[in-house]
């Protein structure tokens, strides 16, 4: 088949490529010339474990290209962002904008499937209506549907394929039809739906790990207050057989975890309580970390701190919805001068131990796994003071101790 693909991002790029891989004809479409001109160059714009090399291949195959417009295709895959707003709404523009794009171009017995992550009630009451312009009958002459994707930055091609998926249809041909055209690659279980369940099932997922990990935050609160160290507790508690208590840290970051609930409690609001109060929860925790840090540095005159870590998960230079940057920028906003490092961030990678000169505390924001053996002695030389604050429990404390620093941990 020829699939046209709608957004380059960390979704669509490897989708188009995994496509591309199994024996179809990919078209992959952006707005960003430098993502497009990248891809037919057999090279990419963000990082990717193996994305790279595999991009390469099937574009020196002539299966994969990039261009600024869509074409006719027998499938339309929707990849675009839905970012949130300061509202805490849905940001549907780029989904809206991607229906309206392809609407030229779409003829009888195409699919038209939306992988991005959406409200529910998005491909029945915002692209219907779009696609109904066709001219054609839809779930008899249009197939339509919400296909959401399950991967994980790092593992995405891996997952792509070993995944299961749901196919969710505006009925059950259109179902039917996206779970063939995803078994070209997927070898996990397909299960169909319908497209409303599909949307759901998706903020459901992240959602249900939201609300865990607002309850590790809460419980890393609560055993502060009772001189209790969390990390022990929870270790203790995953002992048992049907408990999975996840880890607390400096917040919930990412395009999923931190706004996905979102999307149920605006449809829901005086229902979705819970997912309410937990989405509250993590927003809080850096401004819970940045009090612990005010009153570590109070005697101090003219603080700085050096931050480790700004991406929103290990080892991935994503930095979307990070908790840490937001907590960086708290501490900026209330007087602390702020140094920054990050080796998956360009503008901050380098020399760990100078980007500590002159700070008065160090905070460990992201488990990179180089931050798990750090140059101790040379950060500590280079630095104004000997805090070191741990909001992962990842760092080699008995390594930073020997050093000479004060360590403190979150939940500790």
Known sequence: MKICVIGLGYIGLPTSAMFAAHG??????DKNPAVIEALNQGSIIIEEANLDSFVKDVVEKGTLRGAMEPEEADAFIIAVPTPITEEKKADMRYVQAATEMILPYIRKGNLVILESTSPVGTVEQLMLPILEKSGLKMGEELFVGHSPERVIPGQILYELVHNSRIAGGINAISAQKIAELYRSFVEGEIYQCDARTAEL??????TFRDINIAFANELAQICENL??????????????????IHQPGPGVGGHCIAVDPWF????QPDTAKLIHQARLINDYMPEYVAAHIYELLEDVEQPQVTILGLTYKPDVDDIRESPVLKL?????????????HDPFVKAYQGDVAEACAGSHLVLLGVHHQ????????EMLAAMAGKLFYDTRNFADEPSLTEAGFEVYSLGR
């Open 24 to 29: 179809h004809n990919v078209l992959g479409v």
């Open 201 to 206: 099932c998706k903020l459901t997922e992240n």
């Open 227 to 244: 001189d209790i160290d969390v990390w022990q507790v929870i270790q203790l508690c995953n002992k048992h057989p049907r408990v999975n």
């Open 264 to 267: 149920i409690i605006e449809k």
């Open 328 to 340: 960086a920028a708290l501490l900026e906003k209330n007087g602390v001068a702020v140094k920054r």
């Open 370 to 377: 180089q931050y798990k053996a750090l140059p101790a002695k």
